[in-house]
């Protein structure tokens, strides 16, 4: 009997740590397959759900080949989008100097 309880125990114990390790848990299914589809991975996803983001607003910055959360976040906030964002750093620039040309009248193309 104890080792059957033992097992059993066991069993359950590992059972919850493999729910718990899963990333995507906090995000509901369809939602992770969204996230998923665009190639963000579930952290990031996360940070951007925190952030009040979906995938449909992140999708044209994956598109863009931009996936950092933290580019994303701060290029959107000044004003950016994901098509200038690629064009400023395509040409090496920061975000600090993208501003400030911005605030000249200056674009990239």
């Given amino acids: 009997?104890?080792?059957r309880f033992a097992t059993l125990s066991m069993?359950?114990?590992?059972?919850?740590?493999?729910?718990?390790?899963?990333?995507?848990?906090?995000?509901?299914?369809?939602?992770?397959?969204?996230?998923k589809g665009i190639g963000v991975a579930?952290?990031?996803?996360?940070?951007?759900?925190?952030?009040?983001?979906?995938?449909?607003?992140i999708k044209p910055w994956a598109q863009s080949g931009i996936q950092s959360p933290d580019t994303?976040?701060?290029w959107h906030r000044e004003g950016f989008t994901p098509q200038e964002t690629a064009k400023w750093q395509a040409k090496g620039f920061?975000?600090?100097r993208a501003i400030e040309l911005r605030k000249q009248g200056l674009t990239v193309q």
């Fill in 94 to 96: 920061t975000l600090p």
């Fill in 42 to 57: 579930a952290q990031s996803a996360n940070l951007f759900r925190q952030s009040g983001f979906t995938p449909t607003d």
């Fill in 72 to 74: 994303i976040m701060s």
């Fill in 11 to 35: 069993a359950a114990v590992l059972w919850l740590t493999g729910c718990a390790s899963n990333p995507w848990s906090d995000i509901p299914p369809q939602e992770a397959d969204e996230w």
């Fill in 1 to 3: 009997m104890n080792k």
